[in-house]
């Protein structure tokens, strides 16, 4: 998590690979919701309780494919908070991203008492005390640094994963069938009642998106990460599930503490249970390591949008770390593990599941707004039906949860909407998409560039795009949008009024020189594109104006619809420049869906950032 310099502002040092992503979402799911949820799940909903958490990891699956998609659009610190707040605004986001760092948190609280109880089953010990070290610890190894960090959660991880898989296949062989009957003793309602209390189990993959500013290469990496964890933990969720309920008389099963612990020792005897309590223990450590690590970054996010005072998002000098951010998510997790959490555990399910409603959502607002610099390099399928069906799924699902969750969630929307209310709301500068998808349909006054030049600004970083003369060029040209059909003349007429100015130059005389430059060959390259330039007397001038005309403008007779036009004038020394640019513009027109994109664009800055960001060679030793 060290600061760099990316085209002349600071980012999080992108240290954490496919396999340090793998873990810390493994790790992070793969705890309290498998070693102790279980027995409380399978009271609710009887053995049915394995369909619970098959259809939980389901309706997660669709909301980690939106939050891919957003993610490797905007992988920032912060995660679902910074996407859903650029998409659904601020408001929205500070009570999603203030939701979610709770919901983590809280997690990991829940992760240090599991392990403080599995503690106890071994030698007299007071688990508060336990939790409180090891809350401590992990504090102190966050503020050091994500790297670290994440070596610990890889090995962690692995040891964690070959003591599960050691469950599974001593396991299948001695599941009794007749533990399963009846299937549904409370009915349907109870089984899709438990999905809610259960889907905190999968809540641990929203610590990807979180560190996704931390992530090397984050196109590739974010995706593949997210969907093989989720996939992992599923197929081993549901398959630890389904053992433990077959080898446990339901008498034994429900409401344990110690599920998977007490299943091991039916088939693997006294070694078996030890051999648990430790994949339990290593799974509790995984989840507070990853949770502290991910739940401060939101702080981090909301202190750099202003929705939090500026001393959250100070970074140490000596550490490179947000330590204030990890303080402050250390300290909620310490007095989190004080509180009785069976009711908040729902209300983190809750929490996490509305959490996925609005990334399906924000894909949807994001995709309809057209914004130009809104380019992620993973697209969830089957949109917008797969985001459609995980809304009103999620929906579903928490509509039969208890009325204390709800409660609780209620409360903690209403502090959040406080304080963006209270702080937050005079200090905030962003715009959000849903405003430029309203937009579409109403007046072009109502938005600013803003939400599409830092989309572009995210998408350099992400990158690595190195900024150059033609960039630089880009940004400060003339751009006319032009909304009629005319002749050249007409055109050539506005294009010199504009460029009068910057070139100092008479207006009448720029007119002639671009239709001479015109009679003596023809600045067309193809049906839609021309390059007018011309050489200007002087020394040290280049300047560059570009023009669209969706209803065309008549160069020739052969050539009257051409609606992209890059006008060039520049003097004589500078003639290397000039072909550069023309190199440039070229590399441009070519790329992919060109015509498409320039047409789409709302308005002169989005065809300057489809320009800025359109895939070429760039010169970085400029």
């Known amino acids: 998590m060290f600061y760099k310099r990316v085209n002349g502002k600071s980012g999080l040092k992108k240290d954490l690979g496919l396999l340090a992503v793998f873990a810390i979402a493994t790790g992070a799911m793969i705890s309290s919701g498998l070693f102790i949820l279980p027995g409380f799940a399978h009271f609710k909903a009887g053995p049915s309780v394995i369909v619970s958490y098959f259809l939980a990891g389901v309706l997660a699956s669709i909301g980690v494919l939106s939050m891919a998609e957003l993610a490797t659009a905007m992988p920032k610190a912060g995660g679902d908070y910074f996407f ?15 939701l979610s760092w709770f919901s983590l948190s809280l997690k990991s609280a829940f992760a240090l008492v599991g392990m403080a109880t599995f503690a106890q089953l071994i030698m007299p010990i007071n688990g508060h005390l336990v939790a409180i070290i090891l809350a401590l610890i992990f504090i102190a190894l966050n503020i050091i640094g994500a790297k670290e960090a994440a070596r610990l959660q890889i090995l962690l991880v692995i040891a964690l994963m070959l003591l599960m898989l050691l469950y599974i ?31 905190v189990s999968y809540g641990g993959v929203l610590k990807i998106v979180s560190v996704a ?35 446990l008389p339901a008498e034994q099963l429900d409401n344990s503490m110690t599920p998977i612990s007490d299943g091991a020792a039916v088939f ?29 970054r939101y702080l981090l996010a909301l202190s750099r949008d202003r929705q939090l005072p500026p001393v959250v998002h100070r970074i140490g000098k000596k550490t490179n770390t947000p330590y204030i951010a990890v303080i402050i998510t250390g300290v909620a ?52 039906w797969l985001q459609i069906i995980g809304i009103f799924g999620l929906v579903f699902v928490i509509m039969e949860m208890g009325i204390e969750a709800f409660f609780i969630s209620v409360v903690l929307i209403i502090l959040g909407f406080c304080l963006y209310w209270f702080y937050g709301r005079k200090r905030s500068q962003s715009e959000s998409a849903l405003i430029h998808l309203v937009r579409r349909i109403t007046a072009k006054e109502l938005v600013t560039s803003s939400l599409d030049d830092e989309l572009r600004d995210i998408v350099r970083e992400r990158d ?32 010199a009024e504009k460029l009068s100015t910057q070139l100092n130059m008479d207006a009448a005389s720029l007119v002639t020189l671009l239709l001479d430059r015109e009679k003596q060959s023809s600045t067309v390259l193809n049906s839609t594109l021309a ?9 040290k001038n280049f300047h560059m104006l570009i023009a669209r005309a969706p209803k065309g403008i008549e160069f020739s007779q052969n050539a009257q619809n051409i609606h992209s036009i890059f006008i060039l004038l ?32 709302r308005n002169p800055e989005g065809i300057r950032n489809m320009i800025l960001l359109s895939a070429r060679k760039r010169d970085s030793n400029q």
């Open 333 to 384: 997790v310490l007095c989190a593990i004080f509180v009785k959490i069976n009711i908040l555990v729902e209300a983190a399910s809750l929490v996490f599941m509305l959490s996925f409603i609005l990334s399906n959502l924000s894909v949807i607002v994001l995709r309809e707004s057209r914004l130009q610099s809104y380019r992620p390099q993973f697209h969830a399928p089957l949109y917008p």
């Open 531 to 539: 390059i007018p330039h011309v050489v200007i007397e002087g020394q």
């Open 464 to 495: 690595d795009i190195v900024t150059d003369e033609f960039d630089k060029m880009i940004e400060k040209s003339i751009i006319l949008d032009l909304d009629q059909h005319m002749t050249l003349k007409q055109f050539v007429s506005i294009a």
């Open 213 to 247: 500013e931390e992530i090397k290469q984050p196109g590739r990496t974010i995706p593949l990460g997210m969907i093989l964890s989720l996939l992992v933990v599923t197929v081993f969720y549901t398959l630890m599930v389904f053992i433990t309920s077959g080898v």
């Open 268 to 296: 693997m005897g006294r070694p078996g249970r030890i051999a648990l309590i430790t994949a339990a223990a290593l799974a509790f450590l995984t989840t507070a390591n990853a949770g502290i690590m991910s739940s401060s």
């Open 84 to 98: 859903i707040s650029r998409s659904m605004g601020t408001a929205v986001g500070t009570i999603a991203g203030l």
């Open 570 to 601: 520049g003097t004589a020394d500078l003639r290397n420049l000039h072909l550069r640019t023309l190199s440039a513009i070229a590399q441009v027109a070519m790329t992919k869906q060109f015509d498409q994109k320039w047409l789409s664009a």
């Open 169 to 199: 296949i001593q396991g299948l062989p001695q599941v009794n069938v007749t533990h399963f009957q009846p299937f549904a003793p409370n009915g349907l309602v109870a089984t899709f009642s438990t999905v809610g209390f259960v889907f």
